[in-house]
């Protein structure tokens, strides 16, 4: 056997190649293939089911806005906790972004997820149009990789997301109806 007494260094770019400084913006646990643009119910929270496959960190979270109210409105997002297939307590409130215009709508967070289960969540205060998942795509529709069970309601295997008219609140107002994926708005980067 030889053996090197003085390897050569490894250069500088190879960290850089096994993780590239990537910006990514995720929906973690779904796979989609199109979007889709939705007017979004006033006063409505609806609660976006994600699952995240191993520990990440994200800075960001937000929306895209493709039809804005005009009204100076606002558009308020969380994270919730989940349990048996519904959302439990708040993990982050993360703050507000405007509605007003057309355009992607973000806000700075520090949010450190262990493996398991969420749920994004966005409250309007006016009726912008944002850019969900298609609910039917080229060869399919927007699905969680990994399938959640969130209620006994379900008919339809695009009606992933609950929803609720009602003001946040902690634990989780209950949802009383199903949305279908279209209106899984929230995004999250990751850092």
Known sequence: MTYISNPPSVPA???????PAV????VPGWFWEVGNNTVVVLGRIYFEPIFVDTQTTFDRIGIN??????????ADLRIFNEALGLPTS??????????NAPGAQEIVINQTLPRGYYFLAVRVDQ???IRGIAAAGVGGKGTLVSGIALTNALT?????IPSVDAAYADPAPAPTAVETCI?????????
């Open 65 to 74: 806005v493709t039809g804005g109210d005009g009204l100076g409105g606002l």
């Open 23 to 26: 910006v990514r913006w995720c």
């Open 90 to 99: 708040l993990i982050l409130s993360a703050g507000t972004v405007s509605t």
């Open 183 to 191: 209106s899984a708005f929230v995004r999250l980067r990751e850092a």
């Open 13 to 19: 770019s190879y960290a850089k190649a096994l993780k």
């Open 156 to 160: 339809g295997f695009d009606l992933l």
């Open 127 to 129: 009726a912008p149009t």
